[in-house]
C-alpha cells in the first residue's frame, strides 16, 4: 500500500498541476493588475474568461512590488491587462520582459493625448488615475475591448454586447456625477484629499481640487505641503478632508490638527476609494459603486 502512495501521490500532484496550465483550462485566464482594472474587464468579457486581479483590494498600485506568486500568475497567464502611466511603477520592468513571451494590453495607449494631465516632460509625469474621469475611464474599457478582440477574434459578438451595456452604464455614472458635482460647485466648494488622485475628477467636473501628497504615494509630504494645505483650508472655509483608504491617514490628521491651531474646526472624512476598490461584495466593490460611494460620502461631508 506505501509503495502505491509513493507513486500515486506524486502523479497526482503533476497532474493536478498540468489541470490548470494554459492548454487544460476551461476558459483563458486573464489577469489584470488592480482590484478597478480587473472589474471593468469582467464586465467586457462575462463568462468567456476567468478574471484575476493581481493587487488585492485595498493595496496601493505606486507601492506594489510583485512577489515570485505574481510572477508565476503573470507569466502563466493567457492575457495580461494593467492601467500603464507607471502606476504600477516598480512593475515596469517586468512588463518591458513579459512583451517579448506574453499577450499584453496597456489600457492607456487608447487615451487621448490632450486629455491627460502631466507634471512635467518625463514620462512618469503622467497622472496615472485617469479612472476619476469617468468619460475618459469609459475611453480606456473601449480600448481594451478593441484589444481583447484582436486577441480573441471568435469572442467579437459577446464583448460588442457586453461593451455596449457596460459603456452605457457608465455614460449614466458620468452624468450622475456630474449632477451632484454641479452643486458642490454652486456651494462654492474645495476636495482637500491625502494625494493627488483627484486631478481627473476636478479637471473633468470642473471642481477645485488641493492634495497634501503629490502623484504617488512614494513622495512625502513636506512642511511647506503642510503649511499651504492648511491656508487653503482656511482661505476657503473648508467643512471637511478626506483620508484615503491606501493611505496612512496620520499626515492628513496633521492637517486637520494644524487648521484647528488656527481656530478653523475642519473634519476629517472618507476614506475614500482612490487606487483600489474595497472588498468584493461591499457598495465599493466594484468601479461604479466606488465612484457611487467616494461621491456620497464627498456630498455629504461639503455642503452646508
Known sequence: MKHFLY????????????????????????????????????NLVGDQAEV????????DPHLYKASVRDLDLLTDADLVIFH??????????IFEKLAHSQNLIDVSKGLPEERLIRSGPESHSVDPHIWFDVNLWSIAMQYASEQIVHWKPSWKPTLEQNSEIYLGELFQLDSEVRTKVNELRSANQVLVTAHDAFAYFGKAYRLPVKSLQGLSTLSEPGLRDLTDLIQTIDENNVKAIFAEQTISPKAIRAVAAGAAEKNRQVTLAGPLFTDSLDAEGTPAGTYIGMVKTNLE???ENLLP
Open 7 to 42: 507513486i500515486a501521490l506524486p502523479l497526482l500532484l503533476f497532474f493536478s498541476c498540468k489541470t490548470d496550465s494554459k492548454e487544460h483550462r476551461a476558459k483563458p485566464r486573464i489577469v489584470a493588475t488592480t482590484s478597478i482594472l480587473a472589474d471593468g474587464i469582467r
Open 297 to 299: 460620502i464627498i456630498y
Open 52 to 59: 484575476v486581479a493581481l493587487m488585492p483590494a485595498g493595496v
Open 84 to 93: 500603464g502611466l507607471y502606476l504600477e511603477g516598480k512593475m515596469t520592468e
